[in-house]
């Protein structure tokens, strides 16, 4: 039995499943894929004692699948693989963001593409769950610097993805995902963890289950509820769900569904990117999820170093993001892929462009002293 001041040995990937097992996950599909299998296997473990169900599906296509069933019927469902296996999981990503369902996915990459190397680490991804689409779609993207973070947010994606209707994507890597921490369970503890699930609703007359509303989000109920016909359509729908390809309908709706990201900035759920170190610092590495340790041990060991940290990806908060960027003297941008993807992101958002990129994409982490090496103009 812990008591509040003990210490947790635990992995990035065991962080991921106790933070929705704390949120309330109820069912978990997913097909082994490294670096993401021992999510299904922590689970799996755990199946009995926490009264889930964890079902190891035939492939990806079907995990998400399953996922986007158990979520319609109001379940807190959730699914987790690998950058090769989310790419099967994009049609069905599409068909849970038309009909507006809640959904939870992991995604702990490796570098790729196709294979490529199962048993290495890599932030080659970002691109990939950002755009991942056919036409486009509201979606949140997080991604945790640590393994306290992994549980914080992983119970927070459940609900913004109850809250919003959307998939909220939780974006590790093989870095994180294998880990282990020590933290203590009080930070664990930290934080509201009050869950937001949807209240079911009875409705007297026809159901608008896709009624244009201001913030994007329309009331939801579950199928058999009384008092309504529940449709979810894949195809381009009207209020009430039924096929609908008049050029007017397709405007309201498509705006209603993309209205969503406005909605998520201004309810100023998006974390600010945290500062770490001194605030007057030369150099601030810019980073976003794994990458906060190696830089963290890098500031301890270079004088006049700060550290910008990135957890909440998508959407942005332009405008704040905007005022922390400002902050800044000299910024170095340390990323695990080949092109400095989050560099790029943050110019095509924000018109900020940082003065140096260091990118690493050989598999292997960050060491400490190639980075600090690397920490000068």
């Not at 691109?127 to 992994?150: K, M």
Request: glycine share 8%.
């Amino acid at each position: 039995m812990f008591n509040k001041s003990s210490r947790l040995l635990l992995t990035g990937n065991e962080a991921i499943a106790l933070g929705a097992l704390k949120a309330g996950l109820k069912f978990y599909a997913a097909y082994p894929m490294t670096p993401a299998t021992s999510i299904l296997h922590f689970l799996a473990s755990h199946e009995h004692q926490y009264k889930i169900i964890v079902k190891q599906t035939e492939d990806e296509i079907a995990a998400m699948n399953m996922v986007i069933g158990a979520s319609v019927a109001g379940a807190r469902a959730m699914t987790a693989t690998s950058g090769g296996g989310f790419a099967l999981m994009v049609e069905s990503l599409g068909f849970g963001a038309m009909i507006e369902t809640t959904l939870v996915c992991a995604v702990v990459s490796r570098p790729g593409p196709a294979t490529g190397m199962p048993t290495w680490s890599a932030q080659g991804d970002l691109r990939f769950l950002t755009h991942a689409a056919p036409d486009e779609f509201p979606r949140i993207i997080l991604a945790p610097g640590d393994a306290v973070e992994a549980y914080q947010l992983t119970f927070k994606a459940f609900n913004l993805a109850d809250q919003y209707q959307v998939p909220v994507l939780i974006l590790s890597d093989k870095l994180l995902g294998e880990s282990f921490f020590t933290v203590e369970k009080s930070q664990m503890l930290e934080g509201d963890y009050q869950n937001s699930k949807f209240k079911i609703q009875n409705f007297n007359q026809n159901y608008e289950r896709y009624k244009v509303t201001e913030s994007g989000v329309s009331a939801r109920s579950i199928p058999g509820t009384r008092g309504h016909l529940f449709i979810a359509n894949s195809d381009e729908h009207d209020e009430f769900g039924y096929s609908e390809e008049d050029s007017e309908n397709r405007v309201r709706q498509m705006s209603k569904r993309m209205r969503k990201l406005e909605t998520i900035v201004k309810d100023d759920v998006m974390d600010a990117p945290k500062w770490y170190g001194p605030k007057n610092a030369d150099i601030t590495l810019i980073c976003w999820g794994s990458g906060k340790g190696a830089c963290l041990e890098v500031m301890s060991n270079v004088k006049l170093v700060n550290i910008l940290h990135f957890s909440h990806i998508y959407p942005l908060d332009i405008d704040r993001v905007k005022r922390e960027l400002a902050k800044i003297k000299k910024s170095i941008c340390v990323e695990a892929n080949y092109s400095g993807q989050f560099a790029d992101y943050l110019y095509e958002k924000t018109g900020f462009k940082v003065d140096r990129k260091l990118c690493k994409y050989d598999g292997r982490p960050w060491f400490m002293e190639e980075l600090a090496a690397n920490v000068n103009f």
